[in-house]
């Protein structure tokens, strides 16, 4: 997310940075025209990396989780031995 939020802030501040209060830029209008499509279009790369990245890493992580899930109710399958009951046994008295 802190990718994303800093692509859009960047692009943005371009933007804003690209509109002068002046119009002595009218006659490169064209080329701002160009310069603005090619950064939204590096913004929204960026934005879409960023989010291909976290998703990616949530992913992970929840497979992650699912193993640890697994292997948790694996082994609570397993019978308790003897010296565990007489743990238990004496942990109660």
């Known amino acids: 997310m802190k990718r994303l939020s800093f692509a859009i802030v960047g692009a943005a501040g371009l933007l804003l940075a690209a509109c002068s209060g002046k119009n002595e830029d009218a006659v490169n209008s064209d080329a701002n025209a160009v310069q603005t499509e090619e950064l939204n279009a590096l913004a929204t790369d960026a934005a879409n990396d960023a989010a291909n990245a976290e998703s990616d890493t949530l992913a992970n992580q929840a497979a992650q989780l699912n193993s640890t899930d697994a292997n948790a109710s694996a082994n609570a399958d397993v019978p ?10 004496v942990a109660g008295m």
């Not at 308790?80 to 046994?89: G, L, P």
């Open 80 to 89: 308790a031995t003897t010296s565990d009951n007489e743990a238990m046994n």
